[in-house]
């Protein structure tokens, strides 16, 4: 079955420091997404990425960037973290740009910024 | 551009009763519709997806829902609640043209009583 792991469960920094948080696919999927996961929002899509180096960004992406230097591995970059980021952050992955495919989700990260 | 509706934050139901979370779309051309659900500390599960084939599309768990184009709707159900169908469920749209991108609604967390 198809694995998507986010390599931290719970994560907690301080405002203002740099924060990455790392998404493997073990499948070979060509396309990863970043969702944030807010009480009364649902997800919302912050960036995706369709291709090794490629991404784009999603409706959300102020404050953020992301990396893909390797097909299966696609990082989060919180420049300078503030309050507001405090979320849960979801990592999915889909095999190709089919639009029908569903999304394969990791577990999740909920990082608290204080 | 489309979006989703859910009506109801919190749905509560007593086990063994009907199971009705509601979902509305918006959207110019009809489109693909899924329904995600989420277990505790989980990520994200596929439930089931309408892709415009069959209107009453059949899930996991024994969900289905119906696309009804006319109440531009995509209703959740299930005969009988049990006590692990608790969790919160999403509801999304995606275009049918250019690249993947789902749209979430805010979810329903479905409360089983025993």
């Known amino acids: 079955d198809v694995k998507v792991t986010q390599s931290s469960r719970y994560l907690v920094k301080r405002t203002g420091e740099k924060v990455f948080l790392e998404c493997v696919q073990d499948m070979d999927h060509e396309n990863m997404f970043w969702y944030r996961q807010d009480p009364g929002l649902g997800l919302r899509l912050i960036y995706f990425s369709y291709d090794v180096k490629m991404k784009e960004k999603g409706d959300i992406p102020e404050g953020y960037s992301v990396s893909r230097e390797k097909k299966e591995r696609f990082s989060l970059i919180l420049e300078s973290a503030s309050t507001n980021q405090t979320s849960m952050y979801l990592c999915?992955?889909?095999?190709?740009?089919?639009?029908?495919?569903?999304?394969?989700f990791g577990s999740g990260t909920q990082l608290s910024v204080l | 551009a489309q979006s989703v509706t859910q009506l109801g934050s919190h749905v509560s139901v007593s086990e063994g009763a009907l199971v009705l979370l509601r979902c509305n779309y918006s959207?110019?051309?009809?489109?693909?519709l899924f329904w995600y659900v989420q277990y505790p500390n989980q990520g994200l599960q596929l439930l089931l997806k309408y892709t415009s084939a069959a209107t009453l599309v059949k899930g996991i768990n024994d969900f289905e829902a119906e696309f009804k184009k006319s109440e531009t709707s995509f209703h959740l159900t299930k005969p009988s609640a049990h006590m692990s169908d608790a969790a919160e469920y999403f509801c999304?749209?995606?275009?049918?043209?250019?690249?993947?991108?789902?749209?979430f609604g805010t979810g329903t967390r479905l409360l089983v009583s025993p």
């Open positions: 999304a749209v995606s275009g049918t043209t250019g690249f993947q991108k789902l749209v």
């Open positions: 999915a992955s889909t095999p190709s740009g089919n639009l029908n495919e569903k999304l394969f």
């Open positions: 959207s110019s051309v009809p489109p693909y």
